[in-house]
């Protein structure tokens, strides 16, 4: 069972990343799912989440118009896209997968916005 991200690096403020979050071990469409991220010396915070099915999605206020979550189920994988970066969106990005009481999470990947 794991959800691997990828995508994450060192970026520019003003430009994009797209992350990725790979399920394997498990049966990914009956999972919502969701992207959260932890700053440094802050607590880990809902960044975007999408229903296990169709386009039902929500975001944090910081990120409403320039983050976009997705998801291929065929491809068991769900995505953040990331637009307009700001400094204040360095963290590790984490997915997680809910069904229910049952959560997994993902190891993480680091993004950092600077120039």
């Known amino acids: 069972v794991q959800l691997a991200e990828s995508g994450g690096g060192l970026v520019q403020p003003g430009g994009s990343l797209r992350l990725a979050c790979a399920a394997s071990g498990f049966t990914f469409s009956s999972y919502a799912m969701s992207w959260y991220r932890q700053a440094p010396g802050k607590e880990r915070e809902l960044v975007a989440a999408i229903a296990r099915v169709g386009d039902n999605t929500n975001y944090a206020d910081s990120v409403k118009g320039r983050f976009t979550i997705s998801r291929d189920n065929a491809k068991n994988t769900v995505y953040l896209q990331m637009n307009s970066l700001k400094p204040e969106d360095t963290a590790v990005y984490y997915c997680?997968?809910?069904?229910?009481?049952?959560?997994?999470w993902g190891r993480g990947t680091q993004v950092t916005v600077s120039s």
């Open positions: 997680k997968g809910t069904m229910g009481p049952y959560v997994r």
